[in-house]
Each structure stands twice: as structure tokens, then as C-alpha cells.
């Protein structure tokens, strides 16, 4: 082979198994052995055109331009291997791993994270095992070796990997082995936080709540606030991950005002989106019936009736979910077990004091001298968790006698009685009314505007928010870390949050300071500047910033809907992609309900809230609505002269015309739109026009005009900044690029649109995988395009986009020969297997199927029709 070859290559890595060990017992042996190793390794190589890249110690690394040679070369070695002879006692036995991808040449080395990759493909690998990668897969899948097959392992994690590996065996029909689970790293699927502190104690609790957790399906730890409820469900849950075959999931409730918004917030927690047209509690059933999972559903006592119908309705129609919830009050379900939360022992609460306050005090130590100070300190706090450590954060400012003297004096009014729950609810205040006064003023000041805050938050949140301004305006970094170190503030990856409980607390505090409407109102002007400032170029990382922000954003919208719907309007308009992106179409709409039916008859962007009610009725199907929503709009801003409000109203009634085949309507909105954003200079809006009615003559079958709008709607996006805008634009002019047989621009359109979609996490590239698999199944063989369809078919089933019929129609002429051509066990093998996949791993699954067409040239047979 004449030079190095670089670019996209096939890398072959061997690994002797146990050498070391035979190296060690017959060292004359593994001498003679090895003679006989490079004789076959370098024989093997000619054969089929390697290149030896380099050795470390007993490993080979090979080099191939194609990946066949590899994989007939991999298999050439193992036989070779298999074969013999070999000195006694030193039989070689090789693993053996391929992967393509593109490295560097220098000084001698390859580099490049293809090496990386295939390295950790070959440490999952059994000895006499071939593992091939995904890539390599899709190079060599049809032009196999001689008498060799692949076998499909599925997903794995390697090591220090961040993307999953869709791994694959190499086959020998000649001698097929069977070989134990490959060594990759287990998956786990839960999304409980990590946490940052020490679990103490409730070691006898656990047992007992894993006993009931298998007699109930729905276990609810009940308690007052402060009493330890989530901490011990998440412990319990944590020791429950590999029951669960789906996972453990866990959906936080305590940012959620909006009893409607419970369903959602489960979704959330799943990663499923809306479905228009569909109840979320449907979704969510649909999504859970065949699996085996645990729900934790924290803090439900301000939302227990609507959890409670949610709850019935996952355990009636989800025969493998388990949920665990924490409320103040029991749920009443049919079924339900709930256990009270007990305070913590006398020894588990001096051990949750001595924890927590060396985490101020690092030579803190529990002693004889001190033990009894802080045994009373504990039962003062009658043994509540959250009273413990925050006294214990007081160790820094004064000695644990002094701590006792405080706490005795603020308790004296709460002697005698038993320890009640209303008992230790009261010890609780005392507890936080006495944190709070032992604060300077700025604290106390910053403590309470914390409150307005309904999740996690940023620094730079509490600098615009909280923060006074003018010159002597205090240091919110610093008052911020004091209040974290005092355990009123938790750090949690870069942001911060309040307990629950804790966050109550403040806000009480806040409207006693009358500061309640003016920080909701700061909270709304911040919030607002966020989804007004999407700059071109950066739609994915504003989508990001806002879904840190979603339940503020909620509770903003909520608010304003009284004291201030113009902000709540306004919100609502700059909000639009997000919630369109990101399947949240039943919040806006809701919210515009309420504020159109309480906002008075002058309000001036009433046409404003008629469109975007009228849009998101679009969104979820509801054509009749939207119809009727939308001719107000246009007839009030017609009225008012609002060009603006009059353009939108006119794209999204095109919308509806083309949703419901009413094309000539369809056609004259959106001719009109288009006008008048030409007119008005609004070319952001125009792009997204031509787009549309790209799609409006795709579905007429003229689809040269239909090209042309599209590619013009793309242009003007680049031109704007804004090509990460254009994902959508790019599939519809790849469907119509394959439709005229221009198999090249829809590569290329397809391989742009999935990148994007990788960078916003846009769950609409599963329309982009569909054409893909249109693609493959003219290009790329049966198997292969019905995999991704039914990949497509479940990120559309699970993000809620739900395909129009004419799609269907569009897709139906390449991928039903393909299952034909698969026959019925074959086409559903497939599909069930791309449905199994979850949005990481299609996605990935679809970008390197694309990127497979720049490295193998095929011939490309006419489309069947």
C-alpha cells in the first residue's frame, strides 16, 4: 500500500488474550508462539490489502481503505488462529475489533477519536470474538465475507464514551460460537440527581418500605414539611434502579402551580412530548404500558387531586408501573400504601448534626464533651432533618452550647405536648424563624426574593431579579454563598435551588415585606428579555436557556394573565418556537384561554392573543377552532391596522388551509403573507412563508416550484444568520429533491437537517430520518430503511408530532417494497428494532448512515414507484 492512508478509513485492532499469563509459564513457548503470530498477521494483511499501523505490545493495529477487506481479514485471522499449530501449552487465542471513522497521520501514528472508539469496542471483547461497530456495519453489511453473518448485540456504553455503540458480531459460519455478554458498561436509566450529601441512617425504614414497595404499587411517604420525604424516597429509589427494566424516573411537582400541568410534568420527566390531539395522560399511558418502570412523584400536597387521577390512570392501564410519591397528605388512590416519615432517632440525629456541620467545619467532631450539648439541640429540633442541619450550618458563628441557648429561648412557648405532626410543624417555623433572624438585613433580603424563583436558578438570575441597584448595591455572589453555607440555599451543578419547605418559608416572608408583585414583575421583565433575545445563529443554545427557565416561565405567564397580560402577551409571541420545538403547545394555550376570557374588551393586543390561540389550536389539531380564532384575529387587526398581528394570522390560516386540503385558501394566504412581509421587511417571517408554501406545492405536485420556494426560503436564512432555522426547509426540499430523482441534493439536504437537529435537540429530525429512509431503501438495502422508519415512527410517536396523511402517502411507494422485500418477521424484527431506539442513539444511527455515503460508492437503481 503506497503511503499512509488517512481520511475515513477501517481500523482493525487485535488483543492476545491472557498473553501475560502465558508469557510468564513458557517464556520459550510465547517466543515461538509470537513467530508464528506475525507470520499470520502479516500474511493475512497482504491477502487483504492492510496496512500494519502499529504495535503495542501484543496488539496489532491494521489499516484499510475498505471495510470489507477488514472484516474478511478479521475473519481470515481468526480462523488462522483457530488452526494452529502451537507450541504446548501456548495456544494464542485473539479478540478482535473493527471500527470506520476519520484520523490523522503524523510522525508515524494515527490519531483521531475513530482510535479511541475502536480501543474501547475492543476491551468489551470475549477472546476469538470479531466486534464490529456501527459504521463499519454499514460499510460491510452487504458485502460480507464468505460463510459469515452478523449478529445484532444492540446498544452498549464503552467506557469514558459519552455516545452509545450499536455493536455487532462477525459471524464465522463455519465454526459459529457462542460467546457471554460483551464487557461494555452497564446502562442505567433513571434520572435521579446525584447527591452531594452523606444518606444517614433509616437504615431499618428502608427495609420496610422495600418490603411494601413490593406488596403496593403505589407506596406514598407522607410527613410534614422539613420531615425527610424526598430524601428517603430518592434513597429508596436509588436502591431500586435494577428492579425496574425501564427505569426510575423522577418528576419534580413542586415548581408547578397549574394543576393541568401535571401530566406534562411527568412527560417531562420521561422526555416525552405532546402529542396534538391527544390527552397527555393518553400519551403518557400509551407510553408505559409495555413497560416495567418506577415513577417518584416529590411534593404532591399542592397538587394532590390532579396526581391522584393521573396516578389511578397509570396504575389501571400500565400493569408494570410502580410509582413512589411524597406528599403531605396521602393520595386516596385504590391500592395506596402510605407510611408516615418518623423523626430520626436520637443516635441518627447526632450523626446527621456531626455530617452536616463538618461540612462547615471540617475539624468538627462529635465527643463526650459535646454529645449531650447537641443530643438536646436534636430534641429540641424534635428530631426533624431539615431543623438539624440548619443549626448545624451555625457551627462556623458560635459554639453548640450557645446554638442550645438560642433555640431554647425561641422554643420556650413550645413545651409540653406530644410530638404531632402539628407539634413538630411548629418546631419547624420556630427552627426557620430563627434561621432567618440570626441573618444580616442583605441576607434576610436576598433569603426572601430568592422565593419568587419556582425551580433552579443562575447567578445571573439573582443578580437581575434580587439584586438593588445604585452604587452601594451589595455583592449577590457573597450573600449568596453565605446563605449556601448556612443551608437555606442549595448549589446544584452550576445553579442553585430552594428545598421546598424552605422556598414556602420565603415567600411568606416576601409578602410580609409587600416585595411580592414587584419581584414577580422583575422576574417577568427578566424572563421576557431572555425569549426576546434570540440572536441569529443561536436558536439552540436559547432553547436550552429557556428549558432551564420553564417553570419560571409558567408561573410568569400565569401571574401576568391578572397583573400584567400585556408582559403575558408579549412573553407568549417571543415564546412561540420554543413551545412549537419543544411540544408544549397545551401550556400557551391554556394560558391564552384564561387571558382572553379575564382580559377586558379595550385590551390592545387582543387580536395578538386571538392568533396565537388560534395558532396553537393549529398545533394540536383542533382545525375548527383554529379557523374560527384566526378570522378574529385578522378581522381586529385588520381593523386596528396591526400589519404585523394581520401577517402571522394570515401564515397561520395557510397553515389550516393546507392541514385541511382546502389548497386554493391555502394559496391565497399565504401569496397575501408573503406580500405584506416583503412589504413590512420582515424577512425572518417571510423565510418561514416561503418554506410553507414550498410545502403547499409539494402537496400540489408541482415540485419544481415547490424546489424553488424552498431553496429561496433556505437562501434568505443563510443570508439572515439564521441557517439553524432552516432543519425543516432542508427535509421538505429533500423529499422533493428524491421525488425528482436527485438522490445526491437529498443526501446532502439530510445530512444538514440531522446535524442541526442534533444541535438543538429537535425532535422533529425524525421527519428528516424518514426521507432517510426513503433514501436507504434505494440505496442502502431493506433492512436498513425499515430500521429507521420505525426509529422515525417513535420519535414522532414520542415528541408528539404526529405526520399528516399525505406523508404517509409520500413515503409509502419506497419503504413497502423494502418490507416485501424483508417479508413479515423480517420487516417487523426491524422495525421493533429501530423503535426500540431512543433519540441519542437514532439519531446517531441516521447521521452515520448518511456519513457512510461519503465513503462508499454504490450504484443507485431507480426508485420503485
Known amino acids: 500500500m503506497a503511503g499512509h492512508p488517512e481520511g475515513t478509513l477501517t481500523f482493525l485492532l487485535t488483543d492476545l488474550v491472557a498473553s501475560t499469563r502465558s508469557w510468564e509459564a513458557s517464556p520459550a513457548g510465547m517466543r515461538d508462539a509470537m513467530v508464528r503470530h506475525d507470520r499470520i498477521v502479516a500474511r493475512c494483511l497482504k491477502r487483504h490489502h492492510g496496512e500494519d499501523g502499529g504495535r503495542a505490545g501484543d496488539s496489532v493495529l491494521a489499516v484499510f481503505h475498505r471495510a470489507g477487506d477488514a472484516a474478511s481479514c478479521a475473519l481470515a485471522l481468526q480462523r488462522e488462529f483457530a488452526a494452529g499449530p502451537w507450541p504446548a501449552d501456548t495456544r494464542l487465542t485473539a479478540r478482535i475489533a473493527l471500527h470506520s471513522g476519520e484520523v490523522q497521520h503524523r510522525e508515524g501514528r494515527y490519531y483521531g477519536q475513530a482510535l479511541n472508539r475502536c480501543a474501547r469496542l475492543l476491551a468489551t471483547c470475549h477472546g476469538g470474538q470479531v466486534l464490529i461497530s456501527q459504521a463499519t456495519e454499514q460499510l460491510v453489511v452487504d458485502e460480507l465475507p464468505g460463510r459469515a453473518a452478523l449478529r445484532d448485540l444492540g446498544l452498549h456504553r464503552l467506557k469514558d464514551l459519552k455516545r452509545t455503540e450499536h455493536v455487532f458480531q462477525l459471524v464465522d459460519l463455519d465454526n459459529p460460537k457462542e460467546f457471554p455478554p460483551i464487557l461494555s458498561v452497564p446502562r442505567q436509566i433513571t434520572?435521579?440527581?446525584?447527591?452531594?450529601?452523606?444518606?444517614?441512617?433509616?437504615?431499618?425504614?428502608?427495609?420496610?418500605?422495600?418490603?411494601?414497595?413490593?406488596?403496593?404499587?403505589?407506596?406514598?411517604?407522607?410527613?410534614?414539611?422539613?420531615?425527610?420525604?424526598?430524601?428517603?424516597?430518592?434513597?429508596?429509589?436509588?436502591?431500586?434502579?435494577?428492579?425496574?427494566?425501564?427505569?426510575?424516573?423522577?418528576?419534580?411537582?413542586?415548581?408547578?402551580?397549574?394543576?393541568?400541568?401535571?401530566?406534562?410534568?411527568?412527560?417531562?420527566?420521561?422526555?416525552?412530548?405532546?402529542?396534538?390531539?391527544?390527552?397527555?395522560?393518553?400519551?403518557?399511558?400509551?407510553?408505559?404500558?409495555?413497560?416495567?418502570?418506577l415513577l417518584v412523584l416529590d411534593n404532591c400536597e399542592h397538587l394532590v387531586e390532579p396526581t391522584a387521577r393521573l396516578a389511578a390512570e397509570l396504575l389501571k392501564g400500565c400493569e408494570g408501573v410502580s410509582l413512589l410519591a411524597t406528599s403531605r397528605e396521602p393520595l386516596k388512590v385504590p391500592g395506596e400504601l402510605t407510611w408516615r416519615v418518623p423523626p430520626l432517632s436520637r443516635d441518627e440525629g447526632l450523626r446527621l448534626f456531626a455530617d452536616r456541620a463538618r461540612l462547615h467545619e471540617s475539624r468538627f467532631q462529635l465527643n463526650d464533651g459535646n454529645v449531650e450539648?447537641?443530643?438536646?439541640?436534636?430534641?429540641?429540633?424534635?428530631?426533624?432533618?431539615?431543623?438539624?442541619?440548619?443549626?448545624?450550618?451555625?457551627?462556623?458563628?458560635?459554639?453548640?452550647?450557645?446554638?442550645?441557648?438560642?433555640?431554647?429561648?425561641?422554643?420556650?412557648?413550645?413545651?409540653?405536648?406530644?410530638?404531632?405532626?402539628?407539634?413538630?410543624?411548629?418546631?419547624?417555623?420556630?427552627?426557620?424563624?430563627?434561621?432567618?433572624?440570626?441573618?444580616?438585613?442583605?441576607?434576610?433580603?436576598?433569603?426572601?426574593?430568592?422565593?419568587?424563583?419556582?425551580?433552579?436558578?443562575?447567578?445571573?438570575?439573582?443578580?437581575?431579579?434580587?439584586?438593588?441597584?445604585?452604587?452601594?448595591?451589595?455583592?449577590?455572589?457573597?450573600?449568596?454563598?453565605?446563605?449556601?453555607?448556612?443551608?437555606?440555599?442549595?448549589?446544584?451543578?452550576?445553579?442553585?435551588?430552594?428545598?421546598?419547605?424552605?422556598?414556602?418559608?420565603?415567600?411568606?416572608?416576601?409578602?410580609?415585606?409587600?416585595?411580592?408583585?414587584?419581584?414577580?414583575?422583575?422576574?417577568?421583565?427578566?424572563?421576557?428579555?431572555?425569549?426576546?433575545?434570540?440572536?441569529?445563529?443561536?436558536?439552540?443554545?436559547?432553547?436550552?436557556q429557556l428549558e432551564t427557565i420553564h417553570d419560571d416561565l409558567r408561573n410568569t405567564l400565569k401571574w401576568s394573565i391578572k397583573a400584567d397580560p400585556q408582559l403575558g402577551i408579549r412573553l407568549a409571541v417571543a415564546l412561540t418556537i420554543f413551545w412549537q420545538l419543544r411540544a408544549?403547545?397545551?401550556?400557551?394555550?391554556?394560558?391564552?384561554?384564561?387571558?382572553?376570557?379575564?382580559?377586558?374588551?379595550?385590551?390592545?393586543?387582543?387580536?395578538?392573543?386571538?392568533?396565537?390561540?388560534g395558532y396553537f389550536a393549529y398545533l394540536q389539531l383542533d382545525f375548527a377552532a383554529a379557523r374560527q380564532l384566526l378570522d378574529s384575529a385578522l378581522e381586529e387587526a385588520r381593523a386596528a391596522g396591526n400589519s404585523l398581528v394581520v401577517l402571522r394570522a394570515l401564515e397561520a390560516t395557510g397553515l389550516v388551509a393546507t392541514a385541511t386540503g382546502a389548497w386554493a385558501a391555502s394559496q391565497t394566504a399565504l401569496d397575501e403573507a408573503l406580500a405584506l412581509a416583503r412589504d413590512l421587511g420582515e424577512q425572518q417571517l417571510e423565510a418561514g412563508i416561503l418554506q410553507q408554501l414550498?410545502?403547499?406545492?409539494?402537496?400540489?405536485?408541482?415540485?419544481?416550484?415547490?424546489?424553488?420556494?424552498?431553496?429561496?426560503?433556505?437562501?434568505?436564512?443563510?443570508?439572515?444568520?439564521?441557517?439553524?432555522?432552516?432543519?425543516?426547509?432542508?427535509?421538505?426540499?429533500?423529499?422533493?429533491?428524491?421525488?425528482?430523482?436527485?438522490?445526491?441534493?437529498?443526501?446532502r439536504s439530510v445530512a444538514e437537517s440531522?446535524?442541526?437537529?442534533?444541535?438543538?435537540?429537535?425532535?422533529?429530525?425524525?421527519?428528516?430520518?424518514?426521507?432517510?429512509?426513503?433514501?436507504?431503501?434505494?440505496?442502502?438495502?431493506?433492512?436498513?430503511?425499515?430500521?429507521?422508519?420505525?426509529?422515525?415512527?417513535?420519535?414522532?410517536?414520542?415528541?408528539?408530532?404526529?405526520?399528516?396523511?399525505?406523508?404517509?402517502?409520500?413515503?409509502?411507494?419506497?419503504?413497502?417494497?423494502?418490507?416485501?422485500?424483508?417479508?413479515?418477521?423480517?420487516?417487523?424484527?426491524?422495525?421493533?428494532a429501530g423503535r426500540r431506539m431512543d433519540y441519542e442513539d437514532a439519531l446517531q444511527m441516521a447521521l452515520s448512515t448518511v456519513a457512510t455515503y461519503d465513503s462508499a460508492t454504490r450504484p443507485t437503481p431507480s426508485a420503485a414507484r
Not at 420496610?208 to 406514598?220: F, G, I, K, N, V
Not at 401535571?262 to 391527544?278: D, F, I, M, N
Not at 422565593?451 to 438593588?468: I, K, Q, T
Open 584 to 613: 408544549h403547545a397545551s401550556e400557551p394555550r391554556q394560558f391564552m384561554k384564561e387571558l382572553l376570557e379575564q382580559a377586558p374588551p379595550d385590551f390592545p393586543l387582543h387580536a395578538a392573543g386571538l392568533h396565537l390561540a
Open 191 to 293: 434520572n435521579l440527581p446525584a447527591q452531594l450529601t452523606a444518606f444517614i441512617g433509616r437504615e431499618d425504614e428502608l427495609k420496610q418500605l422495600r418490603e411494601m414497595h413490593r406488596q403496593s404499587r403505589l407506596l406514598t411517604l407522607t410527613g410534614p414539611g422539613g420531615a425527610g420525604k424526598t430524601r428517603l424516597a430518592l434513597e429508596l429509589a436509588s436502591q431500586l434502579v435494577g428492579e425496574a427494566a425501564d427505569g426510575v424516573w423522577l418528576v419534580e411537582l413542586d415548581p408547578l402551580s397549574d394543576p393541568l400541568l401535571v401530566p406534562q410534568a411527568v412527560a417531562s420527566g420521561l422526555g416525552l412530548k405532546e402529542r396534538p390531539g391527544r390527552r397527555m395522560a393518553d400519551t403518557l399511558v400509551d407510553h408505559a404500558r409495555q413497560r416495567s418502570m
Open 373 to 544: 450539648v447537641i443530643g438536646r439541640i436534636c430534641e429540641r429540633l424534635d428530631f426533624i432533618p431539615l431543623a438539624i442541619e440548619l443549626a448545624a450550618a451555625r457551627v462556623t458563628l458560635m459554639p453548640v452550647e450557645e446554638i442550645l441557648q438560642h433555640l431554647e429561648s425561641r422554643f420556650a412557648l413550645l413545651t409540653g405536648g406530644s410530638r404531632t405532626a402539628a407539634s413538630r410543624l411548629r418546631t419547624l417555623r420556630a427552627a426557620m424563624d430563627w434561621s432567618y433572624e440570626l441573618l444580616p438585613e442583605s441576607e434576610k433580603v436576598l433569603f426572601r426574593r430568592l422565593s419568587v424563583f419556582a425551580g433552579r436558578f443562575s447567578l445571573g438570575a439573582v443578580e437581575e431579579v434580587c439584586g438593588d441597584s445604585g452604587p452601594g448595591r451589595p455583592n449577590a455572589i457573597g450573600l449568596l454563598a453565605e446563605l449556601v453555607d448556612k443551608s437555606l440555599v442549595m448549589a446544584d451543578a452550576g445553579r442553585y435551588r430552594l428545598l421546598e419547605t424552605v422556598r414556602t418559608y420565603g415567600r411568606e416572608r416576601l409578602l410580609d415585606a409587600h416585595e411580592s408583585d414587584a419581584l414577580q414583575g422583575r422576574l417577568g421583565g427578566y424572563v421576557l428579555h431572555l425569549a426576546e433575545s434570540r440572536a441569529p445563529g443561536q436558536l439552540g443554545a436559547w432553547l436550552d
Open 694 to 747: 414550498g410545502i403547499l406545492a409539494s402537496v400540489r405536485r408541482d415540485l419544481p416550484q415547490a424546489r424553488a420556494f424552498l431553496e429561496e426560503g433556505i437562501a434568505l436564512r443563510r443570508t439572515l444568520g439564521r441557517t439553524d432555522e432552516a432543519s425543516m426547509s432542508l427535509t421538505f426540499l429533500a423529499a422533493v429533491a428524491l421525488l425528482q430523482g436527485d438522490n445526491a441534493t437529498t443526501r
Open 754 to 832: 440531522l446535524e442541526l437537529g442534533r444541535t438543538m435537540s429537535d425532535r422533529r429530525a425524525a421527519f428528516t430520518m424518514d426521507v432517510l429512509a426513503c433514501l436507504s431503501a434505494i440505496e442502502r438495502g431493506a433492512e436498513r430503511a425499515v430500521l429507521l422508519a420505525g426509529a422515525a415512527s417513535a420519535l414522532h410517536e414520542g415528541s408528539g408530532n404526529t405526520p399528516p396523511r399525505i406523508w404517509d402517502d409520500f413515503m409509502s411507494p419506497y419503504l413497502q417494497p423494502a418490507r416485501e422485500a424483508l417479508g413479515p418477521d423480517g420487516a417487523r424484527s426491524a422495525w421493533e
